[in-house]
């Protein structure tokens, strides 16, 4: 039995720009192998409609599921929720329970809910909600596409908020070993290696630092006795 | 004058695992807005054939440039240069320049050039080379795609290598301001200024730390006295 799919689209200028390094990737790619979730694509695209609307169809099509970051906000550069009802053709609106969750948040902090964080209710139509611990206002699941925050630890909450819903295959285990020799000297015994474990991805990572060539080799796979015997043949070619 | 326009291909199961951190994209989406290139979209692909091809067409498709990272080293998992070839019809093999660059370099380093290290000098039909001054083994640029190595500091000394042969545009420049204020409080004033000043692109970015929520206001344009003048309505507005 194969894992589910994934693909993320990160919606955000501030990426693009190299303002700010991006952090929500490799944290939801984490969770995603570990709930034996393949993450199989990432797109990045800017805070334009027409792209972010593209991207969803796209990913929504060729995906089990698709998770999103960024653009859910109260300003008036926050067009996810929008952009995600045009890409599945419904209507979106300001829904009573999203108001319900705002309104008791600001209420016990003594802030107004104005017509801008009332903005943050608006869900599309037919969406269930993804529960926000951190800042209360609610990310979504509109079909196979979960919508979430840009803000790293609102991203983490969600995550864990709606993961656990997710029917999950098996965890991705990964081992992984050093050889401080170059490449070019390794190449033939590894890819021999991969031929002869066709069920193991292995990669080869190589590094260089202070002058020394390198490289990690990754090996991944779901049976822990294959990736152990593919290990033991690895460290015989190549003793530490 | 539009700025020309370009995306970022990231070739790497090692990303969509969870295991790297990527680090290309941010130095790339950096060098590129002083050069005056507008990225656009960046995507992650896994290590698979098709994959690559199909985001290779799409983008190069799409875009002015298209910049790779990873997957042309001398390894079994190292695709990228035969998936490029495919992707536009054009045939590769060992090519008499690359070759010689490869055997002076081991030569020096009284190193055999072997077969996997050879595979570093397969090149498609009709590139040209990308000059990599820490390891030899070059890029290439193929049509609009410009296809570089993954290992940051060999990718970064590529960018380097090419970024001056190609026609920039009016730099990006950005001023930020930070508001320590939720974004429901400053959402309304921000999206006035966001009307008032239409060349600007202006991004709201929250942040929470410590109990304490504020927003970084971003403000990005190419003419430094609009950019001034929005800033001054800002602070008024906000005054630290």
Chains 1, 2 share one sequence.
Not at 48 to 76: E, K, M, Q, W
Not at 182 to 208: K, M, N, R, V, W
């Amino acid at each position: 039995m194969t894992n589910p799919n994934a693909a993320m689209l990160v919606i955000g200028d501030e990426i693009l720009s190299g303002r700010t390094r991006d952090a929500n990737m490799y944290h939801l790619a984490g969770q995603l192998n570990e709930h034996g979730i393949d993450l199989k694509e990432v797109r990045v695209v800017s805070d334009s409609p027409l792209a972010i609307i593209a991207a969803t169809r796209a990913l929504s099509d060729c995906y089990t599921h698709v998770f999103t970051s960024g653009g859910i906000g109260p300003t008036h550069d926050d067009i996810t929720a929008d952009c995600i009802a045009k890409a599945f053709g419904t209507t979106i609106g300001i829904r009573d329970d999203a108001r319900a969750i705002l309104q008791a948040h600001y209420h016990a902090q003594q802030l107004p809910l104005n017509d801008a964080r009332l903005r943050m209710a608006r869900i599309p139509n037919g969406a269930t909600l993804i529960d926000n611990p951190i800042s209360k206002a609610p990310g979504f699941t509109l079909r196979n596409v979960h919508v979430m925050a840009g803000v790293p630890s609102i991203f983490q909450a969600m995550v864990a908020s709606i993961l656990p819903s997710l029917t999950g295959g098996q965890p991705l285990i990964s081992q992984t070993y050093r050889i401080e020799r170059g490449e070019g000297d390794i190449a033939a015994p590894i890819g021999a290696l991969a031929s002869a474990f066709p069920t193991l991805s292995i990669g080869c990572y190589p590094f260089q630092k202070d002058g020394l060539f390198g490289a990690n080799i990754v090996m991944r796979g779901t049976d822990p006795e294959i990736l152990d015997q593919a290990m033991v043949r690895l460290k015989a070619k190549f003793p530490s």
